[in-house]
């Protein structure tokens, strides 16, 4: 499984998650999962690409 | 602050406005402990005891897969360890999800593996999981007292 993969599963476990436990509406039910979600996954994305020009360094040991 | 629910005695679940359907908002279903109780031993147990079956299932639904993710990328299920002061705080963290935690500790001897590619991820969703119980667990007390819907 892929980081991003795993990324995306999280955000989408816990988008539903808070969903459904503080919305009943269906309206605002999609809004809230869509900001969660696509917060999460844009804000994961965000951060990612502002490290990007940062070098990795040395590689860690292997234990 | 607490007199009014206070006031309403545990045998309310009974009440027809209840049995008619789990869109009631401010009627107290049966008993808040036993709803705690039952919300934290099983994920999503406690709303189906409050009769909101469908969202305690998709709850429960929710709980189950992170921990088998957690469980499949061999994440830490946290402990205390002597020394360490937030361990005990992840802990109590990961204790929310009630009985799979005892069962994967003592029933399983489960304890993840370190040196895992997914360890850390594994950790995050197992945390994860027992947080978002502990949630569920103050849902179904305010539902059950009739404070939420």
């Given at each position: ?33 869509l900001?969660?979600?696509l ?6 994305l ?8 940062f ?9 | ?22 869109g ?10 036993l709803?705690?109780?039952?919300a934290?031993?099983?994920?999503g147990?406690g709303?189906?005891y ?9 709850f ?9 993710v957690?469980?499949e ?16 705080l ?13 069962v ?5 001897d ?34 059950s ?5």
């Amino acid at each position: 499984m892929s980081h991003f993969f795993l990324m995306v599963l999280y955000s989408l476990v816990v988008s539903l998650f808070f969903t459904l436990l503080w919305r009943r509406e269906r309206k605002d039910q999609v809004r809230l999962f869509l900001q969660l979600f696509l917060g999460m996954v844009g804000g994961g994305l965000l951060v990612a690409w502002l490290m990007y020009p940062f070098p990795q360094g040395p590689p860690a040991p292997i234990p | 602050m607490a007199q009014p629910d206070d006031a309403v005695p545990p045998q309310t679940a009974a009440a027809p406005a209840v049995s008619a359907g789990a869109g009631v908002a401010g009627v107290p279903v049966g008993n808040p402990y036993l709803a705690m109780i039952l919300a934290w031993l099983v994920p999503g147990l406690g709303h189906i005891y409050v009769r909101r079956t469908a969202r305690g299932l998709v709850f429960l639904l929710l709980i189950v897969v992170c921990l088998w993710v957690g469980c499949e990328l061999q994440g830490n299920l946290y402990r205390p360890l002597p020394g360490q002061p937030l361990t005990f705080l992840a802990t109590g963290g990961a204790m929310g999800m009630g009985l799979p935690y005892f069962v994967l500790r003592y029933g399983a001897d489960y304890s993840g593996d370190i040196v895992g590619a997914g360890y850390e991820y594994g950790t995050a969703f197992l945390l994860t999981a027992g947080l978002m119980n502990w949630l569920l667990v103050l849902d179904a007390w305010d539902i059950s007292r009739g404070k939420k819907e």
